[in-house]
C-alpha cells in the first residue's frame, strides 16, 4: 500500500516555528518509516549525496483549533504524529515527556501534526487543506 504522508502547521504561527515543526515530524517520519528515504546518490563527479524522501510530503495549513479535531479524525490511520504544545513549551526531553505523561490527550494542544496513511482516507481528512504559502 502507497503511504502518502502530510504535514498541517497551524496557521498563524510564525514562518520560523512552522519550519522547526515541521523538520520535527519529518524527523519523526524518517526514524518510523525509513522505507520512505532513497538510497545515497552520487553526484557526477563522485561525491555521495545522502539520500532524501521518496514520496511527497506536503505541508499544509489549518487554523489551529482545527489541528485536534483533524487528529482525532486521523486515528485510524496507519501514522499519526503530533506536535504538541507542551514540546514547545519544555526545556529538554525528558521535560516534554513528563509534561505529555501528565494529562490525557484530549488536554493537549497540538500546533502541527503528521498524518500518513492511503491516498483516499488522509485526502477524506485534509483534502481541502492549502499548501503552506
Known amino acids: 500500500m502507497p503511504l502518502k504522508p502530510v504535514i498541517i502547521l497551524a496557521a498563524d504561527l510564525p514562518l520560523g516555528l512552522k519550519a522547526n515543526f515541521a523538520a520535527v515530524l519529518g ?16 553526484t ?12 511527497p510530503l506536503p505541508v499544509l495549513c489549518a487554523p489551529l483549533q ?7 479524525q486521523a ?8 506536535y504538541m504544545r507542551a514540546a514547545f513549551e519544555a526545556r529538554d526531553y525528558p521535560d516534554y515527556a513528563a509534561r505529555i505523561a501528565a494529562a490525557p490527550l484530549a488536554d493537549h494542544v497540538p500546533q502541527a501534526i503528521l498524518l500518513a496513511g492511503p ?4 485526502d477524506r481528512i485534509c483534502g481541502r487543506l492549502p499548501l503552506l504559502r
Open 75 to 82: 486515528e485510524a490511520l496507519p501514522l499519526r504524529l503530533a
Open 119 to 122: 491516498r483516499k482516507a488522509v
Open 44 to 55: 557526477g563527479d563522485g561525491i555521495a549525496l545522502p539520500g532524501i524522501t521518496t514520496v
Open 27 to 42: 524527523m519523526s517520519l524518517g526514524r518510523l518509516r525509513p522505507d520512505l528515504l532513497g538510497g545515497a546518490t552520487p
Open 66 to 72: 482545527d489541528l485536534r479535531g483533524l487528529f482525532a
